[in-house]
């Protein structure tokens, strides 16, 4: 008889096995190893469920939600050590450029949705709902409201997030080997804090984790996307903001690079957990449509970063994480990893978050009462 172990036991175990994958696609000297390899290991675990792994097995909805949440509030305390105007003066410079491209991206995210309704079997709300770029915990529950198939809007949602992290970070990461002969030397690098041990920032590590905890508690509160980075981020921000403006000078926290290679461990693991057998039974043309469309998807991101970058100044990559659907941790904590412009990063994703759960909920209403007063117009006219 196998010893079964707790939950919290369990998951620990499962997040230290899936690490050893982050372990080794870090020794190449990628910047983002522990992300991509941990999250592929991890993948690998949850669908195939080895017999040594039988005695951990987590939960078939993934890890505790607990370890996302960790991983996402070291992010929102990294960022938030980092938040200044210019991000603002960015968008007041390119505001026209920035907000039509946002459009646009969540314009084909949609066709994609009604791709994937007119070529499988898939109901209208659900395609859409699957498709939306609105967050991976956003949309399921907003489709659960409205009658859609909450598993498929979850295995479509999860596949796309899975896709974007594992080829545009690779892609933007060796555009920077290629351009710089070497990947930045600044990834993992602190830029707000020290490595070294000081009883000082010690304190001040302290006193922003209460910070990002105290701003998470609140954006869940108010309903904020993804409030584990955004609550923290805002909340650390404003501590540090604060205090800086007191004191007259910037606060060092004790922030070595350890932190962030949790954060990407917790994260990682958390998204590749979420993969089983059981989502994927039964809708495989579903899943080959939607593989489909997020290729096309991710090409046609790169193309408006292009763009962007072009007409902007903004770089590549930073545009291409700005603009890519792939979830606001994730795309955070690559932007930090390759040295990209993170807060704009941010603003640009909780932007689209914004404007997504606003307009397109209504819009996708609309469409989907419009579809069946046709369909009962068809009927009766037989």
């Known amino acids: 008889m196998e010893k079964k172990h707790p939950v919290f036991l369990n998951n620990m175990l499962f997040i230290l096995v899936s690490s050893i994958g982050g372990f080794l696609f870090a020794l190449t000297g990628m910047s983002i190893g522990w992300m991509i390899g941990t999250m592929l290991l991890a993948t690998v675990l949850s669908y195939k469920k080895p017999t040594f792994m039988r005695s951990m097995t987590v939960n078939e909805k993934g ?6 949440w960790i991983g996402q509030c070291i992010l929102g305390i990294e960022l938030g050590q980092q938040i200044n105007l210019s991000v603002l003066q960015i968008f007041m410079d390119n505001s026209i450029a920035i907000l039509s491209m946002l459009f646009l991206s969540i314009i084909f995210s949609v066709l994609s949705g009604y791709f994937i309704w007119k070529y499988t079997k898939t109901d209208l709300l659900t395609s859409f ?10 949309m399921p529950a907003i489709a659960e409201e409205v009658g859609a198939n909450t598993a498929v809007v979850s295995i479509i949602q999860t596949m796309r997030v899975f896709l974007v992290i594992l080829s545009i970070p690779l892609l933007v990461s060796s555009l920077l080997v290629s351009a710089d002969g070497s990947e930045t030397e600044s990834t993992l690098a602190l830029q707000n804090g020290i490595s070294e041990f000081e009883v000082v920032p010690f304190l001040w590590t302290l006193v922003l984790a209460l910070s990002a905890w105290g701003g998470a508690l609140l954006g869940k509160r108010l309903n904020f996307p993804a409030p584990w980075v955004i609550g923290s981020m805002l909340g650390v921000a404003l501590v540090q903001t604060i205090s800086s403006s007191y004191v007259g000078h910037t606060i060092t926290s004790w922030w070595p690079s350890i932190f962030m290679i949790l954060a990407q461990i917790f994260i990682a693991a958390s998204i590749g957990s979420s993969f089983n057998k059981s989502l994927l039974i039964g809708i ?11 290729i096309a998807l991710i090409l046609a991101v790169l193309g408006c970063s292009f763009v962007v970058a072009k007409m902007t100044g903004i770089s590549f990559v930073t545009a291409t994480l700005a603009f890519a659907p792939g979830g606001i941790a994730e795309m955070a904590t690559t932007s930090i990893l390759l040295d990209a412009d993170s807060t704009f990063v941010v603003a640009v994703q909780v932007l689209r978050i914004i404007v997504v ?16 007063k046709k369909v009962k117009q068809s009927s009766a006219s037989v």
């Open 63 to 68: 890890l505790s939600k607990f370890w996302l």
């Open 129 to 138: 709902y699957g498709t939306a770029p609105g967050g991976l915990t956003a």
């Open 284 to 294: 495989g043309k579903t899943v080959y449509m939607s593989l489909i469309c997020t």
């Open 357 to 372: 759960l606003i307009l397109l909920p209504p819009f996708f209403k609309y469409i989907n009462h419009h579809e069946r």
